[in-house]
């Protein structure tokens, strides 16, 4: 059974830095891509990024191009998102997913994702 933890949310400053991790159990890397998702209060779910299964190829929402960086180690099991330049509109649960296919191209919607982390909460205040 595949299970995603993720962790390293919190509280900072607008123009400060954060970084996630996504601990994955019950996972074969090289079979799935994997990606971060983020939701807002009274919003849906939204596309961050998207990492390939040898981390070769990253994908990212225009909101968080520049700033934002997915990267994984797959011999820890383990994704990261190392968030830059913080602003107020980041604040949002964020999600780590692993994704059916191994290309992070077809994985930059909801609709190929299998599994689902139980998220962990970004605030940035201004």
């Known amino acids: 059974q595949v299970q995603l933890v993720e962790t390293g949310g919190g509280l900072v400053q607008a123009g400060e830095s954060l970084r996630l991790s996504c601990a994955a159990s019950?996972?074969?890397?090289?079979?799935?891509?994997m990606g971060w998702f983020r939701q807002a209060p009274g919003k849906e779910r939204d596309f961050v990024a998207s990492?390939?299964?040898?981390?070769?190829?990253?994908f990212y929402a225009d909101s968080v191009k520049g700033r934002f960086t997915v990267s994984r180690d797959s011999a820890k099991n383990t994704m990261y998102l190392q968030m830059a330049s913080l602003k107020p509109e980041d604040t949002a649960a964020y999600y780590c997913?692993?994704?059916?296919?191994?290309?992070?191209?077809?994985?930059?919607?909801?609709?190929?994702?299998?599994?689902w982390g139980v998220g962990t909460q970004v605030t940035v205040s201004s």
């Open positions: 019950g996972l074969t890397p090289s079979l799935h891509a």
């Open positions: 997913a692993a994704c059916a296919s191994r290309y992070g191209s077809d994985c930059v919607t909801q609709k190929n994702y299998t599994t």
């Open positions: 990492i390939n299964w040898r981390g070769s190829s990253t």
